[in-house]
Each structure stands twice: as structure tokens, then as C-alpha cells.
């Protein structure tokens, strides 16, 4: 392909450059309706300009290219949620490798937000 068919993704400082066509693999997400019309699109520097996670913006990358979205555990779960949602993907899409790291982090939440304070106020008490 060449490079009329390439995108240049800046997330948070760090260039990404992939297809046009890898983008369009994930219907109905942010990446998938990209068009120079966007604000955040820079004409002079040819790319997008996303003020996101870098660290987890290359895992959404990465399931755009391989159709498998992974947990990073460099990151802490509430932040991958979001991100997830600003990308428009799904968090259901998580491997099974990675799905029980992810699901204790609902589990955490879940206690957090049951007893209305952090779990370890709750230890140290």
C-alpha cells in the first residue's frame, strides 16, 4: 500500500502510523470514522492529534491490527475503561488471557462502590 493509504495517529506525544484500511476493520469506533475534516486533525503535520494514554492507545492499536484486545497491567483498570469508551470499543472484547485480570478489577469496583469507600480504608480498619 502506499502512503496515501497510511494515517499518522499521534496519542499523547508518541506517532502511531498504520492503513486506513486497519481502521475501518472495527466499525462505528472514533478510529474507524477519521476524516480530515476533524479538528484534531493537522494538515501541515499530515495526522491526528489525541491528548490520550499513549501506553494503552498501542493495545487499541494492536486489536485494530490482529482483531485481539488485550489488558496492559502497566496501567490501572478504571483508566483502561476509559479509554476503551473514548475509543468506542468494547471492554467485553478482552482476551481470555487477559480476562481475569480484567474481571478483578469489576470485582474491585464492585466492593469499592458497594461500600462507598476504598477497599484499603476498609483493611485498615
Same mark, same amino acid.
Given at each position: 500500500?502506499?502512503?496515501?493509504? @497510511?494515517?499518522?495517529?499521534?496519542?499523547?506525544?508518541? @506517532?502511531?502510523?498504520?492503513?486506513?484500511?486497519?481502521?475501518?476493520?472495527?466499525?462505528?469506533?472514533?478510529?474507524?470514522?477519521?476524516?480530515?475534516?476533524?479538528?484534531?486533525?493537522?494538515?501541515?503535520?499530515?495526522?491526528?492529534?489525541?491528548? @490520550?494514554?499513549?501506553?494503552?492507545?498501542?493495545?487499541?492499536?494492536?486489536?485494530?491490527?490482529?482483531?485481539?484486545?488485550?489488558?496492559?497491567?502497566?496501567?490501572?483498570?478504571?483508566?483502561?475503561?476509559?479509554?476503551?469508551?473514548?475509543?468506542? +470499543?468494547?471492554?467485553?472484547?478482552?482476551?481470555?488471557?487477559?480476562?481475569?485480570?480484567?474481571?478483578?478489577? +469489576?470485582?474491585?469496583?464492585?466492593?469499592?462502590?458497594?461500600?462507598?469507600?476504598?477497599?484499603?480504608?476498609? +483493611?485498615?480498619?
Amino acid at each position: 500500500m502506499d502512503a496515501e493509504n @497510511r494515517v499518522v495517529l499521534n496519542v499523547g506525544g508518541i @506517532r502511531h502510523e498504520t492503513y486506513k484500511a486497519t481502521l475501518k476493520k472495527i466499525p462505528a469506533t472514533r478510529l474507524s470514522r477519521l476524516t480530515e475534516a476533524l479538528a484534531n486533525y493537522d494538515p501541515i503535520l499530515n495526522e491526528y492529534f489525541f491528548d @490520550r494514554h499513549p501506553g494503552v492507545f498501542a493495545q487499541v492499536l494492536n486489536y485494530y491490527r490482529t482483531g485481539k484486545l488485550h489488558y496492559p497491567t502497566d496501567v490501572c483498570g478504571p483508566l483502561f475503561e476509559e479509554e476503551l469508551e473514548f475509543w468506542g +470499543l468494547d471492554a467485553n472484547q478482552v482476551e481470555p488471557c487477559c480476562w481475569m485480570t480484567y474481571t478483578q478489577l +469489576l470485582e474491585y469496583k464492585g466492593i469499592t462502590s458497594t461500600a462507598g469507600r476504598p477497599l484499603q480504608t476498609e +483493611l485498615a480498619s
